[in-house]
């Protein structure tokens, strides 16, 4: 028996695939049907042997590249072990694998050619696509056609890159002849054109996006055909991991990128795929209904409400992966199923709490740290000698008469989406925080929230958190005027003032405004006590009288951000107050957050427990501000809840909002709501246009 021959190294595998690269781009000008295809697709621009993409042909007959490899030095093991040839079982002759076909190479994240993509030109073949069998070299699953390439020759552009998930290597050549007319353009993101190699798009591929293009906002552009939305399908579950932007082109139907640009041309083409780009989860979300339609599991749900029922049981998860686009998706899916937008919107969410209605549907909150008091405790007495003020730091500048503290924690994320920011003017001795968490887990949910923290904290400064809030607005706006909806920003805002007050108990005074579900606490009789209400479809249905189940997706509806819906606000005469984001109020007990609020003697201390206590089952971003009266003695907890006094309501424009002050206030700081949304105008950079209050989400 003869021994086995050793493998080949894998330097002589990508020495021989890149022969061969060579040997195929050579032939290319000798192929009438090649330059046809590659004309019909538009894409012959791109094809110079010189440049970075080396489309070749390989010739009809049996063994022109077989023989060409063995002239340059190559053995037959290395040709098959390559995957470029095969041994005839009968004749022993070393025959080539592709024929008459065109050659699109492979290459791997350093530019080393490791395969081929081919498409046939006989129009005989079973299979119109082949791809290099699994070698030592390529592995399709941990491969993504053309991303070597343009690494080796990076796009031009500033910012975070685009990257577009396509079909085929057509489509890849397509999208990077449209991006080059772009790119004399200022400001242009760099943009990408990527393929899986003959897979459905696995977490490798996923993987590898992310080591060499993080933070890119990722649009798939699949034919707009019964076998798009099946690659849709098939992607989904494992894009929707994506830590950045993620959206999809729903591309007319029958047309790939290829076609569009063979069509219209590259500055067309481009445009009238940004055009239809839009969240992932609607894109996955329309499928969805076109696919129940068309099984007929639905037949009018217009008419009948087990068609409803069915149809929200389908969606109500997607919901949750498009945080910014609720408002959005839930339009679109009225406009397919017949009904009104808002009668969607309360559908998912009643679907969702069906399917999670447990009492163990949620995560377990993290133990109460030793140090804390447990808040079922008896109250314990404290005589007032020994109880300290806080000494916990404070602010550069800030008000000799409060201490705050603050902390955060990324979990999981490459994005710290919250913002936290303190002013104060010496002059007035007003301090001003503001806490604000982005919508969403993209780099735009952290622009708007660091804008919208900052701008608010400024002007409130001068004014009050109703203005501040209101500035916000405007200006996160104006700034994403005209920019698509999937690449703009939207956050959660909570602005807090404490004003100088003689005649207060603690010499200070405090007033709230906020938008969303980020929340202020306080303690009040030893109890934690919720001042601010969440801005959520769970609490609006506790106000109509409906029931909600915890952890439902009522909780991550949002009606109102930064950017749209009620401004409320309310004043305070007594501290200490805890402001945090969704994540924290979700993951820490009510106990704990009242025990580390009410015995708050070292501010920063207590921040840093509450901020280690989210726990790693979480992996939200977490933010949270702590801030007391100085000459407030710490209270000892006795119970713990969350219940609110009875609050007078006052609407008004935002203008009436603006000048908000403390004048007649309740002496216990009642709650006042107040909304902004029906008389302001938004602003943005193509002119002004009014915005209906939009609900957003979170995932839980």
């Known amino acids: 028996m003869a021994a086995e ?28 049907k090649a330059a046809s295809y590659l004309d019909s697709h538009g894409i012959t ?32 093991e290395e040709v098959t072990a390559a995957g470029l040839g095969f041994i005839h079982r009968t004749s022993n002759h070393l025959l080539d694998r592709f024929r008459d076909r065109l050659m699109f190479p492979v290459t791997d994240a350093h530019n080393r050619v490791v395969g081929f993509t081919a498409r046939d030109l006989t129009g005989r073949a079973e299979a119109r696509w082949m791809n290099s069998p699994e070698t030592a070299i390529y592995r399709k699953r941990l491969l993504l056609y053309g991303l070597g390439q343009q ?38 993101q760099p943009t990408y054109a990527v393929a899986p190699c003959g897979t459905n798009l696995t977490r490798e591929q996923l993987t590898l996006l992310q080591e060499h293009l993080p933070g890119a906002h990722l649009i798939f552009a699949f034919d707009g055909d019964d076998a798009g939305r099946r690659a849709v399908d098939r992607a989904y579950p494992i894009a929707v991991k994506w830590s950045g932007d993620l959206s999809g082109a729903r591309l007319p139907k029958g047309q790939d990128p290829a076609d569009l640009l063979a069509a219209k041309g590259p500055s067309s083409a481009i445009n009238e795929i940004v055009r239809v780009v839009q969240p992932l989860a609607q894109v996955q979300m329309t499928n969805t209904i076109r696919r129940l339609f068309d099984t007929k599991r639905i037949t009018d749900p217009a008419r009948f409400v087990e068609d409803r029922i069915s149809a929200y049981r389908a969606i109500a998860e997607l919901f949750i992966d498009a945080p910014h686009a609720t408002r959005e998706m839930a339009e679109a899916a009225a406009g397919q ?94 301090t001003v925080w503001a806490l604000a968490d982005g919508i969403g887990r993209h780099s735009q949910a952290a622009t708007a929230a660091q804008m919208a923290a900052d701008i608010a904290a400024t002007v409130t400064l001068h004014s009050t958190p109703a203005a501040g ?50 929340r202020a606490y306080t303690i009040r009789a030893g109890q934690l006590a919720q001042v601010t209400a969440d801005h959520t479809a769970a609490r609006q249905c506790r106000d109509r009288g409906e029931q909600t189940l915890p952890g439902s997706i009522a909780d991550v509806l949002l009606t109102s951000s930064v950017r749209a819906g009620d401004v409320s606000i309310c004043p305070l005469d007594d501290g200490p107050l805890l402001l945090c984001n969704s994540t924290l109020h979700r993951a820490v007990p009510p106990g704990q957050l009242g025990a580390e609020l009410a015995g708050m003697s070292d501010a920063q201390a207590s921040a840093h427990r509450l901020i280690s206590a989210i726990g790693s089952h979480h992996t939200g971003n977490g933010a949270l501000l702590l801030i007391h009266a100085r000459s407030a003695p710490p209270a000892l907890v006795t119970t713990t809840g969350t219940t609110r006094t009875a609050s007078p309501t006052a609407t008004g424009s935002a203008a009436a909002l603006a000048k908000t002050s403390f004048a007649g206030s309740p002496a216990t700081g009642a709650v006042a709501a107040a909304t902004g949304s029906g008389s302001s105008s938004l602003s943005g950079r193509s002119g002004a246009s009014p915005m209906p209050p939009r609900s957003s989400s979170r995932r839980p």
């Open 5 to 32: 021959q050793p493998a080949p190294p894998p330097e002589r595998l990508y020495a021989v695939n890149a022969t061969a690269a060579s040997f195929y781009a050579s032939r290319l000008p000798t192929s009438k």
């Open 45 to 76: 621009a791109v094809t110079d042997r010189n440049g970075p993409w080396q489309v070749g042909y390989a010739p009809g007959r049996w063994t022109e590249l077989a023989t060409h490899l063995r002239e340059a030095g190559f053995n037959p």
């Open 151 to 188: 690494l080796a020759h990076r796009p031009p552009g500033v910012g975070n890159p685009v990257v577009f998930v396509v079909e085929g290597a057509a489509d890849v050549l397509a999208v990077h002849h449209m991006a080059a007319v772009h790119e004399a353009i200022p400001d242009t």
């Open 337 to 430: 199923l017949g009904l009104d937008s808002t009668d969607v919107v309360r559908g998912v969410f009643e679907a969702w709490q069906a399917r999670t209605d447990t009492s163990g549907g949620t995560d377990p909150p993290p133990e109460v740290p030793a140090s804390a008091p447990a808040p079922d405790a008896a109250p314990v007495p404290v005589p007032p000698a020994t109880r300290s003020t806080p000494s916990s730091s404070k602010a550069p500048g800030e008000t000799a008469a409060t201490v705050s503290a603050e902390a955060r924690s990324i979990r999981g994320r490459s994005v710290d989406t919250t913002a936290v920011i303190t002013r104060h003017d010496p002059n007035s001795g007003i």
């Open 469 to 518: 809030l209101h500035a916000a607005r405007a200006a996160i706006n104006a700034f994403y005027g005209g920019v698509h909806p999937s690449q703009a920003g939207d956050a959660s805002l909570v602005v807090v003032s404490a004003y100088p007050a003689p005649e207060a108990r603690h010499g200070v005074r405090f007033e709230i405004a906020w938008a969303g579900d980020c």
